[in-house]
């Protein structure tokens, strides 16, 4: 098994192995594991195939290496593309996004698509036309989502990194589970349309699991792209800003706090409390931060409004396309009172709740004046098990009935739906809002051999400074990349 992606690149490059002979064993690897873990739901093994045999390696960075695509956007012209729902079980994808084009041009050969949470709404994965993805090292818990199925792919070995997105910690959530890394990059970093240009306002990102920093600062590198045509185009990253060997002592400022007042276990704890000697060792300046910048309650309860009211815009381009309307039965319950609650937001709300995400983003430009990072738990708790955030009947009873309440009333149904979940993953949604870069790295693991993940916040347009110091730790040999 090769370290990681370039390794496997460099191997295919100096005729060590040939990119068919790396595509099968991942093939192989795929078959003999998929059916323990569920994390891949469709796969093209012929064509990628074809392609290896056909590889002209050039100065492709990648050239070679096999990878699967999250299931939800990431689409490639001619592929099935469910985003985990019954409504697309059987969609493929007339045009491939312009993130998948990428990655193909940068020698990537795709195998298939992974799983996912029906349309990404959860931070487990567990659709119902899919089935649940299972943690590599615990089979009795979910692998996280919503990139769930990328992750166990990664940390089973199936391939050396995937197709990740992240509208709320869908990268940074299963690479804590998992023991991977994590990286949500900037917003307006990574290519995006031809299909979406605002992935949820801006707050879902496209990127990928890993298990080397290398492999994560030469993908950033590789794949950022500036698109003028876009919402929110970002300066790339110059080499020198990402490859430069010194940096001058940072300040980071570290919680152990939830931002919404949530429980934190003493071992996510601990993971952040061990990793602040070795950051001081570094030359490094750490302070304790007495409150978080922003109003973390107040800040998800905007995000769920922009989660409904993006719900609602989904499902009508989908009822127009289909000639019907939809009903409870075509999509799962959760999905349904979101979809139900879009409907009676009115603009002037919606319009208020970004004017709100653009004085969120002013006041951490403002925070990260005085801080270079903001260094957190990613998560609150290991990866659950399997049903441990199902939904009580009554609750379960009323999502059913969502447009016999008000507005009001449905964004308190809401909140109470996700709020089990919400509790072990709070640290993770303030980036989606601000657009700030933020890792995971696999810095700890209880004695039970469970992966937690420790986070990294930077400024926007920043995350030299996240790989940075993830590249010093693991040098260290800090970083605990659960890849069986």
Known sequence: MYQDAIAMAEAIRNGVVTAEECVRASIEKIEALNPHLNAVVSTQYEQALERARNLEVGDK??????????????????????????????????????????????????????????FGFKNISDSRVHGAVNLPVDVTRNAGGSSGGSAAAVASGMVALAGAS????????????????????????IPVGPSSYRGWQGASVHFALTKSVRDTKSLLYHLQSYQVEAPFPLQPLSWESLFASRRRPLTIAFSL?????????????????????????????????????????????????????EAAQMFAGIEANMNRQLKIDDMELMTWAIYQSGQTIPA????????????????????????????TPTVAEVAPKHGQ??????????????????MEEQQELIWQMFEKSLSWTPFTQQANLTGQPSISLPLYQTAQGLPIGVQLTAAKGREDILLFVAEELEKLGELICKVL
């Open 61 to 118: 960075p990648f050239a070679g290496v096999p990878i699967l695509l999250k299931d939800l956007g990431q689409e490639q012209a001619g592929e099935l593309s469910t985003a985990g729902s019954r409504l697309f079980a059987n969609y493929r994808a007339h045009k491939s996004d312009r993130y998948t084009q990428r990655m193909e041009e940068l020698g990537f050969i795709v195998l298939g698509r992974a799983n996912t949470p029906e």
């Open 166 to 189: 992240d509208g709320g910690g869908s990268i940074r959530i299963p690479a804590s589970f998992n023991g991977l890394i994590g990286l949500k990059t900037s917003r307006g970093r």
């Open 257 to 309: 706090q939830s931002p919404i007042g949530t429980p934190v276990s003493a071992e996510a704890q601990e993971a952040v409390v061990n990793l602040l000697p070795v950051l001081e060792e570094l030359g490094h300046q750490v302070t304790e931060l007495a409150a978080y910048p922003l109003d973390g309650i107040e800040a998800m309860r905007s995000y769920y409004v922009m989660n409904s009211v």
């Open 348 to 375: 002037y709300r919606y319009s208020q709740i970004l004017q709100d995400w653009d004085q969120y983003s002013a006041k951490m430009a403002a925070f990260h004046e005085n801080y270079d990072l903001l260094l």
């Open 389 to 406: 955030f199902a939904l009580d009947k009554q609750l379960s009873e009323k999502l059913r009935h969502m447009a016999d309440y008000d």
